[in-house]
Nanobody, 119 residues
Framework: VQLQASGGGLVQAGGSLRLSCAAS????????MDWYRQAPGNQRELVAR???????NYADSVKGRFTISRDNAKNTGYLQINSLKPEDTAVYYC??????????????WGQGTQVTVSS
């Protein structure tokens, strides 16, 4: 099982990006998915979570601007980021709990995608 994050880039403040996290391999289902971010010199922080039932949670710093979603048919999760601020600049990582064939349930990380917001 692998996770591939994509969609990062350089945008001006106030702009938007849509990050994707695609799971591949012998996947039965994505149980839950998180998005984290890590800015230089900072610890990795959780910004959004979507549960198996679709319940979402957000860090206070991104509420109202970030939206996490998932497409179970495509085994892909998304993070829509609106009203970007320079302080959103970071490497964004997806993390997922995935049930794969054979009954295995594992925790997987994507490789990260850079989001840079210019003022």
């Amino acid at each position: 099982v692998q996770l591939q994050a994509s969609g990062g880039g350089l945008v001006q403040a106030g702009g938007s990006l849509r990050l994707s996290c695609a799971a591949s391999g012998s996947i039965v289902s994505i149980v839950a998915m998180d998005w984290y971010r890590q800015a230089p010199g900072n610890q990795r922080e959780l910004v959004a979570r979507i549960s198996s039932g679709g319940t979402t949670n957000y860090a206070d710093s991104v509420k109202g601007r970030f939206t996490i979603s998932r497409d179970n048919a495509k085994n892909t999760g998304y993070l829509q980021i609106n009203s970007l601020k320079p302080e959103d600049t970071a490497v964004y990582y997806c993390n997922a709990v995935i049930r794969s064939s054979g009954g295995r349930v594992g925790n997987y990380w994507g490789q990260g995608t850079q989001v840079t917001v210019s003022s």
